[in-house]
């Protein structure tokens, strides 16, 4: 049923969630796992970024880090074990990012938590998760927080 399943993170809490769930999942199918982190340089430039672009790679080096942290978190993952996992990190705009690589890869099912690491926007399904959800055309499995998360 599903052969590619992606899991976006952030690194938060909730998107570990989303890589247990999407781990089970993908070992149920034997699925492979794309698990996606996108440095959002669209927020820094809303942000009101000013300067040239070797300012703009110093803000970004950090994002970066944090990114690739993220997706080595399946790294250390139980249920990881015996599936092919694709870590990737890009940046731009993560709703947009996320559906260019959905579309790119031909992903069967997204996994992803429901709460990231953004304030205002957890309180209800997190911003992110409902705009992928109508924007891809693929199912999205949404993981909320456990008891006190989010």
Avoid: W
């Avoid at 590619?4 to 989303?18: H, K, Q, V, W, Y």
């Avoid at 110093?58 to 993220?70: G, H, T, V, Y």
């Avoid at 399946?74 to 705009?93: I, K, Y």
């Amino acid at each position: 049923m599903y052969e590619t399943i992606l899991i976006p993170t952030d690194g938060s809490e909730c998107a570990a969630r989303a890589i247990a769930h999407g781990l089970d999942v993908a070992q149920r199918y034997d699925a492979t796992v794309h698990v996606l982190s996108v440095i959002d340089t669209a927020e820094l430039l809303e942000l009101g970024y000013v300067g040239d672009r070797s300012d703009f790679e110093s803000r970004i080096e950090p994002l970066e880090a944090q990114a690739k942290r993220a997706v080595r978190e399946v790294d250390s993952n139980p249920r990881r074990e015996g599936l092919d996992v694709v870590t990737v990190v890009r940046e731009g705009a993560p709703v947009e990012t996320i559906a260019k690589y959905v579309d790119d890869t031909d992903v069967d099912l997204i996994v992803m938590g429901t709460h990231g690491r953004h304030g205002v926007e957890r309180y209800l399904l997190g911003s992110v998760t409902e705009r992928v959800l109508r924007t891809v055309d693929v199912p999205v499995l949404g993981v909320g927080p456990s008891d006190g998360e989010g």
